[in-house]
Structure formats: structure tokens, C-alpha cells
């Protein structure tokens, strides 16, 4: 499958200054397919080094007693009887296995910056945090991050872009061309990219689950590997968290992010979740599934805005989880509801707003929502070359009435309503309407400053 990520593997290749390069993520998103199959395979073809610091036991344990960049490569080199120079990819995947390896990223920067090394890892924050707090470790032993010396990227769940150009190559140019046109699609075009939207909210992102359904056309498969994924999320936190304490809390926070969003203030209540508690008990959590990539955190802005945007206060924020497939398997709801004819009834909004933040998140954005007087909201608020744009999810037509609050204390651009409803712009409203099928290429356009109308 293509993943739009690897352009920014290409690029960093590219770079005559490049240094060694992080791939994050979560579990199971495609990272060792998008750096293996894609790149290395593709650009470097018989000419890199694929190391599994699972499976790789020898190596793992040379490079955890040394973070010696000279002495890896002669290691190395010997025992897969292959020369590294700057001609050799260096992989390094499952880094969190041997976080030492992490440290050595400072030494080959340093000296030997014209080898490629890339190192990949789903936990590997979460391990090097513990590292570095780890209780009776003298200063000089605990784990220096390469500050500086390193170039990262962050993977995500595939967004509704990249689930298209898989699914439907010439849906996803079609769209593709209608946005940058700036024009509507044909309504009978449009229909069938809403279908593939409300598929997508079904499936979400994982690669596995998209694979299961692009390869059978089978909705059914892809949600058993849905369930099976969730799963082993929730099997990870006992693996990479101190105490069972922080396990459990981590877990039932998981478990009921869908809960916490289908009520009618979306803010987090640590009281849904657990009797009598409050959000400073669940911090830990909520740090350790936001690093993790496993869910994202939204800030709330109040009233009156300043750029930069800078939240609200600590105690007053939204979650969303990673992937919207896995928020639909944890809502509950009938696999069926999402293909049905009756599922603009059946599907909340919150189904739409976790899917918006997450193609947001996707494309380097921070999340921000803005409450004003008497429960008015804004779903998300971006900031882009210095100007504000609000954006207002709608599962139907709705009404715009916060806009109006909003404007009575903010300056804006020009706010996005994204809906069902088709492309069109209102000059007197200051108003651009981009059906659900737009809005990765808008958050692209917003993330690199080129929003036009």
C-alpha cells in the first residue's frame, strides 16, 4: 500500500545535511512497512542493513553496552558480513528493545554523518522516559537524548487520503483535483466519496484493517483485526508502564474516551471513569497514552484569543483516540450503522469530530477548541501564517451561531465548516463549506500556510 509518508523519507534522504533520522509512532501504523518495504527496498534496494532489536539478540546486547558509533559499525558489519559506508542504509527497528541505541545516534551524527541510519520504534519515548527516571541511577548513568543531533518524523494511522488512494486510485485524484480547483464535485461523484468517508469511519486507519478491506472488499475481517489490534493496545500497557497502579488507570482511561465524548460537555471528567477522582490522578495516563500516539489531547481557548494559541488552563481539555476505527469499535455501535441508510441518524458527531481531529493531528497540527458563553464551541481552532481559522464540524446542516459569538471577540481569516455538504464559499459570511472528503488536503494547505478559497 502507498503511504504519503514517504516523501518525507525521500526528502530527508535528499538532504546533504541529513542526520540520523526517528521514525515514531504506535503500534502496528505501518512504520517498519513504510521504512523496509517502501524505502529501503525501493532506494536503497540490496544496499541496507535491516536490524529487528527483538529478534536480534547478539546485537542487541553488543549495542547495549556501548554507544560507541565506530565500534557498532565493525560489529555489525562483521557479523552480517556487509561493508556500511555511505552507501548503506543502517536500520535500527524496535529501538525501544535497546534504547542505548538511541544514545549511539549522537556518535554517528557526529562522526560519521555520511552513513544513513534510521531507527524505529513504537514505545520508544516511553522507554527512555523510564530510563531516564529510574530510580538509584547515578547521574552520568542515565540515558542522554541526542539533542540536536538527530532529524524525526512521527507516523500516523493512514488518513482518509491515503485510505482512498489505496481503495479507489481514481476516486482519490478526482478529489484530489476538485480541491485544488477550488470547485464542487459532480453531486453523483460526491455521493460516492461520502460512501467511502462513512467506510472509512468503520475502518479507520490501521494498515492491517485497510489492507483486510481493500484486499476482500470485506468489512467483516477488517473489524476483526480491529478487535485484535485494540487488544493488544491494551495488553502493551502492562509491557512499557511502572506500576500496576498506572496500568489500570491508563486501561479504563482507554476504554472510555468514546464515553467521555458522548456526553454533552465533551471536557474530560475523571468522575465518568472513576468515583471521586480528579484529572491530576489520571496525568500520568493521559502523558503516557499522548506519547505513545495512542490518543490525542485537545486544549480548550476561552473567549478573547491570542496568538501564538496557548490553552485555556490544565483542567479543561478533550481526548480523542488515534485511530477513528478503533473509536468506532469502542463506541459499541452496529458495524452496519455506517453503510446503512439510516446512518446520518445513527452516527453521532462525535464519530466526525474524533475523524477531523485525527487528520489534523496527522498533518502536525496542535489541537485547540474554543467554549465561549451559554455552551457556544467551536470544534477546532487553527492557527496558520499568523491567522486564526475556526472550524466547525457538522454531521448535517446545522447552524453556524457560535461563529457569530465567536466573531464578536476574535478576528479570523475565514472559518471552515466541514460536512456532508458539498464545496462553497460565502464571501459575506466569511464562510468556506468543505465536504468530510476535503479536509486532509485543508489541513495540509493549513499546516504550510497556503489556505486559499
Not at 55 to 70: G, P, Q
Not at 279 to 297: C, E, G, K, P, V
Not at 345 to 351: A, H, M
Amino acid at each position: 500500500m502507498e503511504r504519503i509518508a514517504l516523501q518525507k523519507l525521500i526528502d530527508w534522504n535528499n538532504n546533504k545535511h541529513k542526520k540520523p533520522l526517528i521514525v515514531w509512532g504506535a503500534r502496528q501504523v505501518g512504520k517498519t512497512y513504510l521504512v523496509q518495504e517502501l524505502f529501503a527496498k525501493n532506494y536503497y534496494k540490496n544496499n541496507y542493513i535491516y536490524i529487528d532489536c527483538k529478534k536480534e539478540d547478539e546485537i542487541r546486547e553488543f549495542c547495549s553496552t556501548t554507544a560507541n558509533a565506530e565500534k557498532m559499525i565493525e560489529y555489525i558489519s562483521l557479523r552480517m558480513g556487509k561493508k556500511i559506508n555511505e552507501n548503506t542504509l543502517l536500520v535500527f527497528d524496535e529501538v525501544q528493545e535497546c534504547p542505548n541505541i538511541i544514545s549511539s545516534l549522537k556518535y554517528f551524527c557526529q562522526d560519521f554523518r555520511e552513513i544513513p541510519v534510521i531507527v524505529t520504534g513504537s514505545m520508544v519515548r516511553i522507554k527512555l522516559q523510564r530510563e531516564t527516571h529510574k530510580r538509584g541511577s547515578k547521574a552520568n548513568d542515565k540515558f542522554l537524548f541526542p539533542v540536536g543531533k538527530i532529524n524525526q518524523i512521527t507516523i500516523y494511522p493512514m488518513t482518509f487520503d491515503e485510505f482512498l488512494m489505496n481503495s479507489n486510485e481514481m476516486l482519490y485524484k478526482a478529489v484530489k483535483n476538485t480541491y485544488e480547483s477550488k470547485q464542487p464535485l459532480d453531486m453523483q461523484i460526491h455521493q460516492l466519496a461520502m460512501e467511502q468517508v462513512y467506510k472509512y469511519l468503520l475502518v479507520g486507519g490501521m494498515p492491517e484493517a485497510v489492507g483486510a478491506y481493500i484486499d476482500g472488499d470485506d468489512l467483516i475481517e477488517a473489524r476483526k483485526i480491529l478487535k485484535a489490534l485494540y487488544d493488544n493496545y491494551l495488553s502493551d500497557m502492562e509491557l512499557y508502564q511502572a506500576s500496576q497502579e498506572a496500568v489500570l488507570r491508563s486501561r479504563i482511561l482507554f476504554q472510555n474516551i468514546y464515553s467521555e465524548l458522548n456526553k454533552e460537555s465533551k471536557n474530560f471528567s475523571p468522575g465518568l471513569i472513576e468515583k471521586r477522582s480528579k484529572t491530576r490522578d489520571f496525568a500520568t495516563s493521559i502523558q503516557w497514552l499522548t506519547m505513545a500516539h495512542i490518543i490525542n489531547q485537545s486544549f480548550q481557548l476561552k473567549e478573547h484569543i491570542t496568538m501564538p494559541l496557548i490553552q485555556d488552563n490544565e483542567s479543561n481539555f478533550r481526548l480523542f483516540l488515534g485511530d477513528i476505527g478503533m473509536f468506532s469499535y469502542q463506541s459499541g455501535i452496529n458495524a452496519a450503522s455506517f453503510i446503512s441508510s439510516e446512518r446520518e441518524n445513527t452516527l453521532s458527531g462525535i464519530f466526525f469530530e474524533n475523524f477531523v481531529a485525527n487528520e489534523l493531528i496527522a498533518k502536525e497540527h496542535k489541537l485547540f477548541y474554543w467554549r465561549g458563553k451559554a455552551s457556544c464551541e467551536l470544534e477546532f481552532i487553527i492557527e496558520s501564517d499568523n491567522k486564526l481559522y475556526p472550524i466547525d464540524v457538522k454531521k448535517g446542516r446545522g447552524t453556524l451561531n457560535s461563529l457569530a459569538k465567536f466573531a464578536n471577540h476574535n478576528k479570523f481569516e475565514y472559518a471552515i465548516k466541514v460536512s456532508k455538504n458539498n464545496y462553497g464559499y460565502n464571501s459575506e459570511q466569511k464562510l468556506l463549506t468543505i465536504p468530510f472528503y476535503f479536509i486532509p488536503f485543508a489541513a495540509k494547505d493549513l499546516a504550510d500556510g497556503k489556505m486559499t478559497v
